[in-house]
């Protein structure tokens, strides 16, 4: 099972971004899907949440301003961030609990996470 993430880049203060993340792998089921980042020198914060049903939760830094979506049809997650500031600089990583079966059939539950996109805030 793996977390692919994407859509990170360089952009001016006010502009916006479209974060990507998709998983793949014998997965059975995706419960919470998750936005974290990590900014030069600090740890790593929870951005946005989003249940298997639709439900949502922000940090307060970003409510507002980011959306958090998913397509369970494509097991893959979105971050929509707009009028992005120099403070959303950041690496962002993806994390979702997921089910999936072993070669002998066991079910095994997980949180994974993908390798992290460089999302740079500035003009």
């Known amino acids: 099972v793996q977390l692919q993430a994407s859509g990170g880049g360089l952009v001016q203060p006010g502009g916006s971004l479209r974060l990507s993340c998709a998983a793949s792998?014998?997965?059975?089921?995706?419960?919470?899907m998750d936005w974290y980042r990590q900014a030069p020198g600090k740890q790593r914060e929870l951005v946005a949440t989003i249940t298997s049903s639709g439900s949502t939760n922000y940090a307060d830094s970003v409510k507002g301003r980011f959306t958090i979506s998913r397509d369970n049809a494509k097991n893959t997650v979105y971050l929509q961030s707009n009028s992005l500031k120099s403070e959303d600089t950041a690496v962002y990583y993806c994390?979702?609990?997921?089910?999936?079966?072993?070669?002998?059939?066991?079910?095994?539950?997980?949180?994974?996470w993908g390798q992290g996109t460089l999302v740079t805030v500035s003009s």
């Open positions: 994390s979702a609990q997921i089910m999936y079966y072993l070669d002998d059939g066991s079910p095994v539950a997980i949180r994974s």
């Open positions: 792998g014998s997965i059975f089921r995706i419960d919470d």
